[in-house]
Each structure stands twice: as C-alpha cells, then as structure tokens.
C-alpha cells in the first residue's frame, strides 16, 4: 500500500463525484484527502484525490474511472512531475504576551494571519503538502484549536516530460 | 417538432429507438407514463406482476435478441424491486434501460410517500444513470441511455424520471446524435497487439481458446468459429458464452469451471497459451488463481479496457471490438500458415474420451441428468429452434452440462449474480424476442417459488413457454455443499417435493400443469407440455440425493476436479 495522488477531469454533473467516490470505498480504501473544484471551463471539474492502495487497485480503479460516463480524463499525479499544493487554516491558541512571537514564527513559515481573536490567531498558509504539515507541527505546541485542510490539488508540471513518453499514462481508451 | 407530454416522449423516444416490447409495472409515481401507454403506442407492454419479474424479463428478451431490454416500474418499491434484475444485468453484461417514475420534483429528497434514492442505490450497478428532473432533458437522456446500455460493455442504465416531468409539456424532437463527451467505449483495435496475439498462437504448442459472453454481446460468433477453425484451435466456453460456439462443433471442448468437465479444465489449465475471448477469469472459472493455467502466457481480448489484467496478468491485451479483433486475428492466422499442435488436439481429445459427463439412472426416482436429457432429446427431434432458460443452482449446472445448444443466444441464464428466480421470468421475455422459438426454463423448485407469480403473466400475455421443474425438493446446490463440506448438517434446505403441488398451481395460474414422479410419466408429460400450445409446468420429482459432479471445490485448483464416485455412475 503507497498513496497516490489521481487527477479527474470530469463533467460537472450531480453524482459524479459520488461515482468516483464509490470505486474506492467498494474496496474499502478510505480516501485521504479529495478536492474539487471549477477549471478553466465552467462545465468541467477537476477533481484531485489522494489515496493509500496497492499499485494493482489502482491500475484497476483507474480504468474503472476511465469507464464513467462523466469522466473525460484520469491521469495518476507522479510528484516529481506535478506541482501539488494545499491551504491549510489553522487555529492556535495564543496569549495575548505570546502574539508577536508566534507571527512572526509563522510569518518566516510562510504563513500569514487571516483573523486575530483575544486569545487566539488564525493562521492561512499556501503549500506543498510537506509544507502544511511541518507548519503544523511548528505551531503544535501552542496548542492548535482547530486546523482545516483543503487536501491537495495539482497539476502536471509543463516542463516535465510530454505524455506517453514515461509510461505513466494509462489511457487505454 | 411536436407538442406533447413529456410522457408521450417517453414514449416516442421508445418507438424512435426501435422498442417493440416493454415490461413493467404501473403505479403512482409512473401513471402518465402509463397514461401515455393507453394514448396509444407502437410499443408492446407486459404487464408483469412483480417488478423483479419485470426486469428479468427485459434481460431474458435482451439476451434472446441482442436487442436493448427495457423494464419500467414506479418509484420507491417499484424502483427497488428492479435493484435485483439491475444487478443481475450488471454482472452479466446484459443491455437494459430501466426507466423509473419518481416524486414530483418539489417532493424529492423529503421522504414523500414512495420516494426513494433509486439513482443512489443503483449507482454501483449500473454504466450509468440519470435523474430527470427538467422535461427538455428527457429525450436527449433516453437517447443517451440506449446508446450507453448497447456500447462498449453492455450493461443496464437507469433513467428515474419525475412524475411532474412525465406531465410536462415539450417541442419533443428525438436528437439524432448523443452529446456523451466522457463515453468513448474502443471502436478500433491495436493492429500491432493482433499481430503479436497471431505470432503467440503460431508459436504455440498447446494454444486454447476460453471464450466467453462477450463473444456473444461482441455479435463475433461467425469471427470466433472461423477463427477456431483455420488454426485448430481446440475452445472451451464459459457458461455465459454457451452457445457461442456451437457446442456440437468438433473443436468445442465444453465449459470449464466448477462444474465443467474435467477435460474442459484439464485442457485450460494444460495449455501453454490462453486465448481469453471476452470473458472476466470469474473465480467459478479459474479456482485457485494461483494454480491457474499456471504454464500459460494469456492473450485477452476485451471491449472493457478494465478486465484485461484484473484477475490475470495478460501478456498480450486487445482492447477492442471482438468482431473486429478476431476477424483481424483470423485473417493473420492464415498469413502466418496452418499451426502445429496437432500433438495437443490428440491429447485433449483423449482427455473427452476419457472424462465424459456421467450419471446412473438406477434408483427408483428419476435422476435430473435424465430428465433434462429427456427435454433435450424431445426439443431436439421439434421443428421450432429451441431457447433454453435457467434459474440457479444445480439444475442450472447440469442444464449446462446436459443442454446442446448450437445457436448463439438459444441459453439464457445467471451467471455472475447468479440469481435464484431468473429462469421463469427470462423465459417470457425470451418469449416475446422469439416468437417464432419454444422457450423452455429449467428451473429448479427453490427457484421456482421466487418467481413462479409470472406464470399469470406468461399465460394472460400469451407468451407460453414451457417450465420443467427439476424438483428435487430441496435448495439442491445448498444441500450439495452442505453435504460435502458441512458434515450433512442439511440446516433449512429441506423444501419438500409436495408443497406446493406444482401443477396445481400451475393450473390455477391459467396454465397447463403435469407431474412426473417417475421416469415412466416423464416423456408422456413432457410431449403434453410440448403439444398443449400454451404455457406448461412440468413437475419433475427427481432423486434429491443426486450431487452434481463434477465438482471443483471453491478455492481449490480446478484441475483437482472431484468426479462423481465410482459407485454413483455404475
């Protein structure tokens, strides 16, 4: 079992995520992380998902999804190749004496500060998955109260290699 | 352009694709629709009295024509009454537009009075489904529902369509093309993967074809047999291909699996190359997968992208139209000249020679082997071509084993889902594709009692088919494994032979009723059945006690095949 990160272009329809959805949980794998959104045609969604299976499943739910009347293109996102990246809203307790310690801790992080309460800040921070996650381990012992995650979403990289030419793509229609 | 209802464009949009026949069941959430149905229609409609019913025969009618089967039922229990016959057309391939009323629009999601999410609960039986809610969508999605069921892998789609929607008004124009941008099943195969496949076969020293359903959804039955015979390749058949390849076709070396022969699996899991013509490696098929054909490279030739790799490793796939494939195929072949395996033939003819079918007729029941020889033998010496329906379980095995079909589409059964209650209901809607055919289902008693309620519908429809009941009186195959692997702990297996009285009821069915309670009453009352020109149920009392055999043991290597005991065929 590895993760793995699918992009699915898809038409933007009721249940289509819902038949996307339903391949992984047929096989009992739980889904990480899944993003949806608009792309640059408003009929069209992409769809970015991250998963922990076996490479067999995956070959085998890929071409599943292929099949979706709904899905126009499914394509496995290699991480050397794509450019991946999440928002993260965080919560962390602070102390009205600890403020000027904890931004600019997680202003040198990257983050910046979205809303300032009485005893607590939240924070917004644009990046690589691993970026999100060692920002949350940064601001941990504050105490973070509550952490919202969009889960990643990606694109193939335009200076990587074209398709086909790598072995990856397992368009088999 | 035309003005009218959109439930009158449901049914326009039937007659535009050619429907001839429909079955289904009214009730509220579907009333305009049936509103339309009396308004007058091209289109025939069954009146079944279950939707289950219902469904299996649209699938039954599907499998007997090649045609789109089309069931339609009412929301909430009328939606999920089909579930079953939805599943069973997903497994088995079978093209089936199932069209579904539903709440009005402003109801849907408040749990109204027969609402139910049938779109949610089919989702993972079906390539797709729609939910009609705006009455302009209706004829470009029931357009879209028949050429999604009948391309690529055939399989069932849904339409649930609000009952506001089926009373609104619409300018109906059938569109002549779809608008599917995401389905865009092969049409094409790879030329080079064919001529790899010829090479393997050319090379090959023990070469076997495993040819299953697809072949027949493939409409590449002619291809498959030509292919067969200008490379000699010896062919076994899934159950679901039966028929394919007529089974009295020298080179046809029977079904493999389960309950195959022995020569069937010995010659599959012998060879050193498997020609897997649309068919899945379902594990009734291979057993241990890791002892299966385990010295063989595979060829796969599939119109579902899916199933080549899934259970086994292919080295050479071909994704595509099988018509178009093995004519490709074929014609390299001959390019490549007559292959050398002539070695091979001779073996797994004397393995034929050596492991045919077998039984014993001795006892003073009769045994079910017979029986169905016997309605062979009779449907045989008929004019009319016979279509052969099963329900599930041992009867269905030996009707497999015992039936000779030489025609593609004449055997109609369940094998994926397999699903108890199938045969009688598949049977009327072969019925209604063939006319021109005697339908006979051999049905077994446990599933005669799931479904035998169409019997009314067989008879008042008049769509008459024969039903011969291997009745054994007990859920046969159950007993079977609980005898062999459950230390004859017969737990709630029992149904007896006398409850009910089968012909009895046939006849209060408005149908034609006989009992055989030994072999002496068999042939007279299945000629009875033949001759009396309207549905007939024929009660076969048959040896509870007979196995079927052979027998491969789930989860065992189906080369390790249990034959029937030297005592049970002496």
């Known amino acids: ?173 | 352009m035309t003005q009218m209802l959109g439930s009158d464009a449901i049914l326009r949009s039937l007659e535009a694709e050619g429907v001839d026949v429909v079955f289904g069941i009214p009730g509220g959430a579907i009333l305009p629709t049936y509103d339309a149905f009396a308004r007058g229609t091209t289109v025939r409609h069954v009146l079944a009295r279950h939707e289950q019913g219902a469904g299996h025969m649209a699938e039954g009618y599907a499998r007997a024509s090649g045609k789109v089967g089309v069931a339609i039922a009412t929301s909430g229990p009328g939606a999920t009454n089909l579930v079953t016959a939805i599943a069973d057309a997903w497994m088995d391939s079978t093209p089936l537009v199932c069209i579904t009323g539903q709440v009005r629009s402003n109801l849907i999601g408040t749990d109204a009075f027969q609402e139910i999410d049938i779109t949610g609960i089919s989702m993972p039986i079906v390539k797709h489904s729609w939910l009609v809610q705006d009455v302009e969508e209706l004829p470009g999605v029931l357009k879209a529902a028949f050429h999604v069921a009948r391309t690529g892998r055939q399989g069932p789609v849904l339409v649930d369509v609000a009952k506001d929607v089926q009373e609104a008004a619409i300018d109906f124009r059938y569109p002549d093309e779809v608008d599917l941008p995401g389905w865009k099943p092969p049409t094409r195969v790879h030329h080079r993967q064919v001529a790899e496949a010829a090479r393997a076969i050319a090379a090959a020293e023990r070469p076997i074809i495993y040819a299953g359903g697809g072949v027949l959804n493939g409409d590449a039955c002619a291809e498959l047999r030509a292919l067969v015979e200008a490379a000699d390749l010896p062919a076994v058949v899934t159950l679901m291909g039966k028929g394919c390849l007529p089974d009295s076709h020298p080179l046809n070396y029977g079904h493999p699996g389960m309950h195959g022969s022995k020569y069937a699996n010995w010659a599959l899991n012998k060879s050193d190359l498997v020609i897997a013509v649309g068919t899945r490696f379902d594990d009734r098929v291979t057993g241990k997968l890791s002892a299966f054909a385990p010295a063989a490279r595979v060829i796969h030739f599939d119109i579902d992208a899916a199933e080549v790799g899934k259970i086994r490793h292919a080295e050479i796939p071909v994704v595509g139209p099988l018509k178009l494939a093995l004519a490709e195929l074929t014609t390299a072949l001959r390019a490549e000249g007559r292959p050398q395996h002539d070695e091979w033939l001779k073996q797994v003819e004397e393995w034929r020679q050596l492991y045919p079918y077998r039984y014993s007729r001795a006892g003073s029941m009769v045994k079910p082997q017979f029986a169905i020889e016997s309605v062979r033998d009779l449907a045989a010496s008929r004019e009319e071509p016979t279509v052969w329906t099963t329900g599930v379980g041992q009867h269905q095995m030996w009707a497999m084993q015992y039936l000779q079909c030489d025609e593609p589409r004449s055997f109609v059964t369940s094998g994926g889902l397999g699903t108890m209650g199938y045969g009688i209901p598949a049977a009327i809607g072969a019925k209604a594709a063939r006319p021109d055919a005697r339908v006979v289902c051999i049905d077994g008693d446990g599933c005669f009692q799931m479904t035998s309620q169409e019997l009314a519908t067989a008879a008042l429809e008049r769509l008459p088919i024969v039903v011969v009941l291997v009745n054994n009186g007990w859920l046969g195959m159950v007993r079977q494994w609980q005898e062999l692997f459950y230390a004859e702990r017969f737990s709630e297996t029992h149904l007896t032979h006398q409850v009910p009285d089968y012909a009895q009821l046939a006849e209060a069915y408005g149908c034609a009723g006989f009992t055989a309670r030994d072999e002496s009453e068999l042939e007279s009352a299945l000629e009875a059945a033949f001759d009396c020109g309207r549905t007939a149920v024929v009660d076969v009392h048959c040896d509870p006690e007979e196995k079927c055999f052979p027998m491969v043991p789930a989860g065992a290597a189906s080369v390790d095949v249990i034959e029937a005991p030297e005592e049970a065929v002496a």
């Open chain 1, 1 to 173: 079992m590895t993760s793995h990160t699918l992009s699915v272009r898809m038409e933007n329809k009721p249940g289509a995520l819902a038949r996307v959805s339903q391949l992984f949980s047929r096989r009992g794998y739980n889904i990480q992380s899944l993003a949806v959104g608009p792309t640059e045609r408003p009929d069209i969604s992409r769809l970015t998902l991250r998963v922990d299976c076996s490479e067999h499943s995956l070959e085998q739910i890929e071409k599943q999804i292929h099949k979706l009347v709904n899905v126009l293109r499914v394509t496995e996102l290699v991480p050397e190749e794509a450019v991946e990246r999440e928002l993260a809203l965080i919560t962390v307790a602070v102390a009205p004496d600890k403020r000027a310690e904890v931004v600019s801790l997680a202003q040198a992080a990257g983050a910046a500060v979205a809303d300032i309460g009485r005893d607590a800040i939240t924070f917004e921070l644009v990046g690589r998955p691993e970026e999100v996650e060692a920002f949350e381990e940064l601001v941990r012992p504050f105490g973070v109260r509550e952490l919202a995650r969009t889960g990643r979403i990606g694109l193939r990289r335009p200076s990587s290699q074209p398709r086909g030419s790598n072995g990856r793509d397992r368009h088999l229609r």
